[in-house]
Nanobody
């Protein structure tokens, strides 16, 4: 059984940083692309970032490019999302998800396993 567990969320001041982790069990993440999505209250889930299985290719939403960095440590079976220069608009529940190929990385419906999410609140 594949399980993804996100951690690292919490309350952060605007301009601050946070690092989210996505730890997997039941699946060797090194063989899969991993994406991060977020959903703010009253809004649809949106793509944030994704990384290919090798880690060579990364994808970012325009809204986070230059502020967020996705990375992976395959030895720890974990993917990270480093978030810098946080803004109140970044407040959301953040989810990680996996799929075999990184094509269509921004399309949530192409991912097959999802974590339960971790909440990030950015105060102004």
């Amino acid at each position: 059984q594949v399980q993804l567990v996100e951690s690292g969320g919490g309350l952060v001041q605007a301009g601050g940083s946070a690092r989210l982790s996505c730890a997997a069990s039941g699946r060797t993440l090194s063989s899969y692309a991993v994406g991060w999505f977020r959903q703010a209250p009253g809004k649809e889930r949106e793509f944030v970032a994704a990384i290919s299985s090798s880690g060579v290719t990364t994808y970012y939403a325009t809204s986070v490019k230059g502020r967020f960095t996705i990375s992976r440590d395959n030895a720890k079976n974990t993917v990270y999302l480093q978030m810098n220069s946080l803004k109140p608009d970044d407040t959301a529940d953040y989810y990680c998800a996996t799929k075999r190929l990184s094509v269509a990385a921004s399309v949530a419906s192409t991912y097959d396993y999802w974590g339960q999410g971790t909440q990030v609140t950015v105060s102004s």
